[in-house]
């Protein structure tokens, strides 16, 4: 019986003009639309049709203090409702194996500071809201 194993290890991981691969530990995207009711009388039970976009997600960041790290590129983003952040899956071209996600004008409405004795210090980052799409073409 063959068997395929994929590493979850995004090759690119952007917030706004940052490369936070490396200082990434975790990241969720929930993505999808609104559903809308298009129930018409007659109908026999609800029908639903996807409304506007909806973007949910969280990155858990390991924090790093110089100036263009990840504590200062969080904080430039808090507030903006501008934020781009994109994540592929490896470095290879974009395909239906390969895909880039981009989500555009999204809210990181704040970011957590904690400090933990005798751990790394990490930042839970969430950001809601804005347009996203999947891209495949090379």
Known sequence: ???TTYL???????????D?????SAITLTLGQAPLDATAFG????????????????????????????????????GQG??????KKDNAVLSATNPEWTISNTMIADYPI???????????VSFTGGTWVRDITP
């Open 82 to 87: 501008d934020t781009t952040i994109v994540v």
């Open 20 to 24: 936070l691969k490396d200082q990434c």
């Open 8 to 18: 979850s290890q995004p090759a690119v991981i952007t917030v706004g003009t940052h």
């Open 1 to 3: 019986m063959a068997t």
């Open 43 to 78: 109908d026999t039970g609800s029908k639903m049709v996807g409304g506007l976009q909806t973007v949910e997600g969280t990155m858990t960041l390991y924090v790093d203090y110089s100036s263009t790290a990840v504590e200062g590129a969080i904080h430039g983003e808090v």
């Open 114 to 124: 904690t400090y933990t004795v005798g751990e790394l210090q990490v930042m839970e």
